[in-house]
């Protein structure tokens, strides 16, 4: 079992960066593949951005690909999202979501979630 914890969150501008970070606990937080989740008002949760457990896998949806980068140090338990470039449609509560199985987008093997971090950008 693994419990996180998302920081990093905050209100900006349009442009501005911001980079959101999720501590894990447990000692096998290396056996996870990790997710960072956002859903804005009235939208669906969408997966933003999967890493697997090394890190040599990565997953970005179309909405953020080439802005945000998602990384990972095991042996501080943590992974991050850095998001350049931000957008006012980036607005959302991020969630830090871990699965055991090592398919990317498979939503439904998130089973553990963090509490969330709201994320504002200002136009």
């Known amino acids: 079992q693994v419990q996180l914890v998302e920081s990093g969150g905050g209100l900006v501008q349009a442009g501005d960066s911001l980079r959101l970070s999720c501590a894990a606990s447990g000692r096998t937080f290396s056996s996870y593949t990790m997710g960072w989740f956002r859903q804005a008002p009235g939208k669906e949760r969408e997966l933003v951005a999967a890493?697997?457990?090394?890190?040599?896998?990565?997953y970005y949806s179309n909405s953020v690909k080439g802005r945000f980068t998602i990384s990972r140090d095991n042996p501080k338990n943590t992974v991050y999202l850095q998001m350049n470039s931000l957008k006012p449609e980036d607005t959302a509560v991020y969630y830090c979501a871990a699965s055991s199985t090592l398919i990317l987008t498979r939503v439904e093997d998130y089973n553990y979630w963090g509490q969330g971090t709201q994320v504002t950008v200002s136009s």
């Open positions: 890493i697997s457990w090394s890190g040599g896998r990565t």
